[in-house]
C-alpha cells in the first residue's frame, strides 16, 4: 500500500525560504510521477511541481524560478525547496504519487496523497 507523508511546512516571513519534504513506502520512484499541489482556503487546489521517474520536472507558473523539486530515491523521499516565498503562497500543500512514466499530464490522475502539510507565509 502506498503511503505519503509530508514534513517541513510552518510560518515565515516573505521572502524567507521552507523545504518541504514526502517520505514515501509502498513503491519504487522507477514507475511513478511525484507531484506537489496546494490549495488556500475557497480557491481550487493548484498544481504546484512535479517530477517523474527520470527527473524531469514541471512547475507551475506562479512557482517557476522560486521553487524547485527534487527526489532522492534511497530515501524514498520528494523534496519541494521554497524559495523567496510570498503571502500567496499560503496554503496547505499535499504531496502526491502517480503512476506513469511521463510529465505529459503533469497535475492531472494522481492516485495516491498524503494528508497535507501548512506552510503560511507572512508580510
Known amino acids: 500500500q502506498v503511503q505519503l507523508v509530508e514534513s517541513g511546512g510552518g510560518s515565515v516571513q516573505a521572502g524567507g525560504s521552507l523545504r518541504l519534504s514526502c517520505a514515501g513506502s509502498g513503491y519504487t520512484y522507477i514507475n511513478y510521477c511525484m507531484a506537489w499541489f496546494r490549495q488556500a482556503p475557497g480557491k481550487e487546489r493548484e498544481g504546484v511541481a512535479a517530477i517523474d521517474a527520470d527527473g524531469n520536472t514541471s512547475y507551475g507558473d506562479s512557482v517557476k524560478g522560486r521553487f524547485t523539486i527534487s527526489k532522492d530515491e534511497a530515501k524514498n523521499t520528494v523534496y519541494l525547496q521554497m524559495d523567496n516565498l510570498k503571502p500567496e503562497d499560503t496554503a496547505m500543500y499535499y504531496c502526491?504519487?502517480?503512476?506513469?512514466?511521463?510529465?505529459?499530464?503533469?497535475?492531472?490522475?494522481?492516485?495516491?496523497w498524503g494528508q497535507g502539510t501548512q506552510v503560511t507565509v507572512s508580510s
Open positions: 502526491a504519487a502517480k503512476t506513469a512514466s511521463t510529465l505529459e499530464n503533469p497535475w492531472e490522475n494522481y492516485v495516491y
